[in-house]
């Protein structure tokens, strides 16, 4: 593990981090609401798009920054030595504290992927998977408290 003042320090760089972007994709979310569900036809609003845009963009963000910074920098703080462990075995570490669900990142995964690489030619693919995003959003949220209340209390972040 890194020196603990380091280490302290790298973590709550990453929970600021996401912090961040909670209230940014939130603001976006708040201005899409008048708009929900979103239909291929909100594609030609150009106010729309600008927050969707923001939205996807802070998605993409926050999955990204849960899975490549806090994630693993959560599972070494539980684990004394994490370099032979894989991105699953780290998912399944914080499974066993109920900090995921089996499953549940390979959905933002997806999601987030179905989001970016979907082509604009296919609007009513893009259209579901912005749906879905905004749908799943809550749950990402709330697992993202969980894991934050967990560095909290457990980690003394």
């Known amino acids: ?87 699953i075995d780290k998912l399944n570490k914080l499974q066993k504290f109920g900090l995921l669900e089996p499953g549940e990142w390979n959905v933002y995964r997806k999601i987030r992927n179905d989001v970016t690489h979907t082509y604009p030619e296919e609007k009513a693919a893009l259209v579901d998977a912005i749906n879905e995003a905004i749908a799943v959003f809550g749950k990402l949220e709330a697992t993202y408290l969980r894991m934050k209340n967990f560095c909290h209390e457990k980690l003394r972040i």
């Open 1 to 87: 593990m890194n020196e603990p003042v380091e280490f302290l320090v790298k973590l709550r760089s990453a929970l600021d981090e996401q912090d961040r972007n909670f209230l940014h994709i939130h603001h976006a979310l708040d201005k899409l609401l008048p708009y929900m569900p979103i239909t291929a036809n909100h594609l030609n609003d150009n106010d729309v798009v600008e927050h969707l845009d923001q939205m996807v963009f802070r998605l993409t963000k926050i999955q990204d920054g849960i899975g490549r910074r806090l994630i693993p920098l959560m599972v070494e703080a539980i684990e004394p030595d994490t370099s032979e462990m894989t991105f």
